[in-house]
């Protein structure tokens, strides 16, 4: 029973993976006979209109073939369009991290504050609600016009989009410690500072650190949409110039490598909330 529960979930994931790249295979294999795509359609993205093939886009064993081209070079370097996949996830987690940093850096001090006191709360409050849903890429035409650097416009986007769910899941947080302990540094004659490390900051850290989590995701979703609209290089860069290539296959090893890295990066926040996370 034991066994069973434990492969039961890889087992099943693998079974769906199988019939989901069975079915992908057999929508991309053309029946006897049949042309249903037009050639020069065809010829332009790479596939022979008689090759067996029933529509225009890859079969698994292509897209498999160009990521495993992407895995045994991923640094490779043969001009301003053609960079390595390695190359531009470099520059996007790069750019992730400045901007995320940078968001930490502002929104988590700051929730402190809007945390510990009702009156900076309410005082910031107006400011929060008509900021907070502004679509960050709302933001890029200013930072454009303002910086006059895309990779830097770039990072600004990301700092603030990430610096919302930081800032509002640190005052939640803070403002959320219980009573009894507050009242307790009190009594002990606690002194604010030290308070504040040694009583709020812990208590706070599970959900300050679900904050960052959230962010990191936001950030990683926003840097690819930025990059197609900045271009140079990074991964959404990469998309969208394979795109203009019409190289699909190289589009879902692109999506594919988007995914991973940013699974990559929600597991690594959730173990760092698990090591703040104590049972009471």
Known sequence: MKGLQFWGAPLLSAAILLVFLAAWHAATRQEAGAQVVDAEYARLVGKAA?????????????????????????????????????????????????????????????????????????????????????????????????????????????????????????????????????????????????????????????????????SIGIAWLVIVAAEMLVGGTGIGYFVWNEWNNLSIANIISGILAIGLVGMLLDLSLARLTKLVTFPE
């Open 50 to 214: 008689a090759s067996g093939q029933k529509s225009a886009f890859p079969a698994p064993g292509d897209v498999g073939r160009k990521i495993w081209g992407h895995i045994t070079d991923p640094f490779y370097d043969k001009g301003p369009n053609d960079k390595g996949i390695g190359i531009q996830l470099a520059y996007s987690v790069a750019r992730v991290g400045i901007g995320y940093l940078l968001a930490a850096l502002v929104a988590i001090p700051i929730g402190f504050l809007i945390g510990m006191s009702p009156v900076i709360y309410r005082a910031f409050d107006p400011f929060i609600q008509v900021l907070k849903p502004i679509s960050p890429l709302a933001w890029m035409p200013l930072a454009l016009f303002t910086l006059q650097d895309s990779n830097i416009s770039a990072i600004f986007v990301i700092f603030i989009c990430s610096m919302w769910p930081m800032l509002i899941n640190t005052a939640f947080g803070v403002a959320s410690v219980r009573r009894e302990w507050l009242n307790v540094a009190k009594t002990l004659e606690v002194g604010p500072v030290r308070k504040a490390f040694r009583v709020i900051l812990p208590a706070a850290a599970p959900t300050i650190m679900t904050g960052m989590r959230i």
